[in-house]
């Protein structure tokens, strides 16, 4: 009997050396698995998005079942964003993160260090083109080195790129959240009815036009035209606060004269003396067409829909459309 439980103990002492270097390995490596959900106090989904049109779709879909913080502050330039410390921070214990890859370079470098498995680039779901003609050759001053790649981000300003990032964002937050998948699937559905109202009302709306041409300070509404067969004419490219040159300059205003364009459009996050300039120099108005890349006191709007009912407007506006 002895022998039997020294043969016994003996193998257990076995299989514990085995696992002892297991587990002191296993202590040195923290692993998350792949959709850990992390709540808030409140027991909210805790939910990052890189600008505004991105926390608009976030908040819409998630609901009450999450906190949406938008890392590009009301009324902040978001193509140059500096994140603090804190907004490093958070992508890493995020329930999820929605960016742009190539859009935000601080975002991206943030979001490569979190080691997030919760990520959505939307780039994935609605892959950027190439800047579209702007009605003109923008030269070397107008077009600055960070824009190289002449990829342009503003996806959101077609409606419908829109909607396909908001079925991307349901569609991950069920397999997060699994419980509450049907809420997230049922306001997705919601969200892209009101989308689909909209792209109704752009079509509807600039069906007919004196003029299809419009002059912006800055190349962000290709994805629009694109879509409603318009034709921008931008005064800079990729980046809003870039001067034109010269010769720029000189060169919209011809298309201007030759276009009979009637409006000369900023932003509300730009100033707008550049627009003003030349309007004032061939007897133009100014309006504003806004980007939507971020919401303020001077926005014609609250959320992402109403701003783009403006712009809808201020289109119809300038281009006498019936």
Known sequence: MKMVLMSVRARWLG???????????AGCVTVRPAHTIERSQSGQLSIVA????LQFVAQRIAGNQATVTNLTQPGAEPHDLELTPRQVASLTTASLVIYQKGFQAAVDEAVTQSENPDVIDTTTVVPLRPLASTGGDLDHGDRPERDHSDLDPHVWLDPTAVSRIARAVAQRLSTIDPTHAADYERNADTLIKDLDDLDRSFNSGLANCVRTEFMTTHAAFGYLAGRYHLRQIAISGLSPDLEPSPARIAEVQHQAQATG????FSETLVSPAVAQAIAGDLGLVTDVLDPVEGITRQSRGHDYLSVMSANLAALRKAGQCS
């Open 50 to 53: 890189a600008f505004y049109p």
């Open 15 to 25: 299989v514990l050396g085995c696992l002892v270097p297991l587990l002191a390995v």
């Open 261 to 264: 364009i009637t409006t000369i």
